[in-house]
């Protein structure tokens, strides 16, 4: 690998984390597009550790109140009830599925990593969870907005009740009164359980966080999008966009440093032999350009998910594969 492939892998990985359209895949499809090496699986490592450093940037204060809020939780037991104590039990339990995976199949996902067509099958799995979850977290959503609906109407009809009641109070004789009591008893009220603001709201639970964890662990096939399956199993169960996509963020920390530590252990002669300054100087440059890449793409995503659904990814993964296919096909045939 030169330097200017580093940087730009970096770069393609610093976006695609992010964006639900796998970026274990695009650091596979890019060098078999452009006839480069496929890059060793440290460097791979090493560059998704340049966006989990991203994510640390962005979210350093949510990252500090929740380990904080474990530590103390562990000796003290009145901390335990914190929604930050908890979201970091569920981040833990959820980090699980991942790990396992990983240990168990790393010989066989690091062979994956060379097979283009593997990741052209598995960008539609992304695809199909991808529009699966937002089917789904649309479903569920206008359910929440029909009972907000029909309390704002339970309450436009009490109030426009209680308005005529008043007026046949003073205006019209005690028969009247009874006539539009009885009206009141038949009138199309219903009771809904909603908070204040007028939505439900799903929250992460124990079911919810090992579900996310299960999509994080077959998030490690190249082409399956960590984000995309993590967000995507989250929305399935109707939690909303941006805190499911906020979970995803934070859940990728303890995978991604885990996964750091084990490949840099295991590749450090490699990385830190005596004759390789050239490999040093493309992870510094890869992990420099994924880092800077990484800033913008979570800032990006969070804000194009508080407008837009997610479906536009799934149609480019779409594209993408069908592009991995027909170029497969070309070079197979002509």
Known sequence: MSILQSIVLGIIQGITEFFPISSSGHLVVFPYFFNWDYPPLYFTVTVHFATLAAVVTIFYKEIFRIIKAVILGIFLRKERSSGNFKLGILLVIASIPAAAAGFLLDDYIESLFSKPMAVAVFLLVTALFLWLGELRGK???SNIAGSRNIRDYRERHLFDQEKENVKNNENEKYKDNERNKENEKSGPVTDIEVKESGRKKVIFNLPIALMVGLGQAVAILPGVSRSGATISFA?????????????????????????????LYRSSGIIFGSNNLYT?????????????????????????????????FAVYCICLSAAIFIFYMINKFI
């Open 139 to 141: 479903y569920i959503e």
């Open 280 to 312: 040093v100087e493309n992870l510094i440059a890869g992990f420099i350009s994924s880092y800077l890449a990484g800033l913008f793409a979570v800032k990006f995503i969070v804000y194009l998910t508080k407008k837009r659904n997610l479906n536009i």
């Open 235 to 263: 929305r399935f169960f109707g939690v909303r966009r941006g805190e499911a996509v906020k979970f995803s963020f934070l859940l990728s920390i303890p995978v991604i440093f885990g996964t750091f530590i084990f490949e």
